[in-house]
């Protein structure tokens, strides 16, 4: 879940900085930051420690409020060690906490699971090293892989470009692409989830979307059968999106996991973002072994309520084979009407109270 790449994130700036540990540290601005070099590097310690902490106290709903500081008289090689150190717990906390577990960050959806504290690990480690390594004069461009691991799971607002470190950088308001305004203010987004009675609707990022696309399970653990051709499909989908800069997280596909075990039982999501007219199209499959439970019914609820709480939406449709019985029932017990039919499909809406 990316301990491996917190660690290869830290080594490669511990080797970068390690050539101008006999400079003064203090004396030289960090580029592009209001903070000086060592005060950089003392950031990302602290970073590291704090994501470590979240995740290790399972913290879910606030930060847990410990202070961190260096002992006096610490020098610029110790903080490097300090680095180190704090990021081998962080790889730790990765390590040894379950894949479902998620623990409060503010953005942009207030929690993250380990997956998502190391992205945010490694890309404070890249980030600021290279304000640091840019504030001292030295040469730093650390592996695209470490870059595409970041922009794929808490940038999937980001069109990829074909150099992924310029990405992360024009991304994060430190340098420009071709074609692509300057940025000037930014967040990254770690993927939302929507919880149920018995479900967690765990949104896909880009990164996960295109293992499930193909062969691999997305990251997650799938009761026998799954995952289905409809949610391979579906998470293709969403990595295209990605890859054309249209994907926003919030309205792309999610996946339905069984808190009592965290296994996945299939997957829901939504077609694109809701139109002019606020009308929003809706989709979902469900492995064979899970069928006849109420989970669909479950999960559509809570996923069409989700969007007729947004301001954008105003209807939520469902188109569903006229032979689809079991599905049509889904939508029927989920509160969706039938408006319209044709030869091979009936389509449902859902509208938002008073509409």
Excluded at 16 to 24: C, H, I, N, S, T
Excluded at 198 to 219: K, S, W
Excluded at 257 to 277: I, W
Aim: hydrophobic share 45%; net charge negative.
């Amino acid at each position: 879940m990316g301990g491996e790449r917190v660690q290869e994130a830290v080594a490669g700036s511990v080797a970068a900085l390690g050539a101008a540990v006999d400079r003064d540290w203090e004396a030289v601005p960090a580029q592009g930051l209001e903070w000086n070099c060592r005060d950089t590097a003392v950031h990302v310690a602290v970073a590291l420690l704090r994501y470590a902490g979240q995740l290790a106290g399972r913290a879910a709903d606030e930060r847990i409020p410990f202070a961190f500081g260096l002992e006096e008289g610490t020098g610029n090689d110790s903080v490097l060690r300090v680095i180190e150190t704090t990021g081998a717990l962080l790889t730790a906390a990765i390590r040894t906490t379950p894949r479902e577990v998620r623990a409060f960050h503010p953005f942009p959806f207030r929690s993250a699971n380990p997956e998502g504290f190391a992205a945010m690990g490694v890309a404070e480690v890249l980030l600021h090293t290279h304000d640091i390594a840019a504030g001292l004069g030295l040469a730093y461009e650390p592996d695209p892989e470490l870059c595409d691991f970041a922009l794929t799971r808490i940038f999937p607002h980001v069109r990829p470009g074909p150099d992924p470190w310029r990405t992360l950088l024009w991304a994060t308001g430190r340098g420009d692409l071709p074609g692509r305004a300057p940025v000037t203010q930014w967040l990254w987004s770690n993927n939302m989830v929507i919880p149920t009675e018995r479900l967690t609707l765990e949104g896909l990022t880009p990164a996960a979307a295109n293992d499930l696309a193909t062969v691999g399970d997305g990251g997650f653990e799938w009761i026998e059968g799954g995952p289905l051709e409809g949610t391979r499909i579906g998470a293709g989908l969403v990595f295209k999106q990605y890859e054309d800069g249209v994907h926003r997280p919030e309205w792309g596909t999610y996946v339905l996991v069984r808190r009592e075990d965290g296994r996945a039982l299939g997957a829901m999501g939504f077609h694109s973002v809701p139109d002019e007219a606020g009308r929003v199209e809706i989709g979902y499959d469900l492995v064979e072994a899970a069928r006849g439970h109420g989970y669909a019914t479950e999960a559509l609820r809570a996923l069409s309520a989700w969007a007729l709480g947004r301001d954008e939406v105003r209807t939520v449709v469902a188109n569903v084979e006229r032979d689809n019985a079991p599905s049509r029932g889904v939508l029927a017990r989920a509160g969706f009407e039938a408006v319209a039919q044709d030869v091979d499909q009936i389509t449902y809406e859902l509208r938002e109270p008073g509409a």
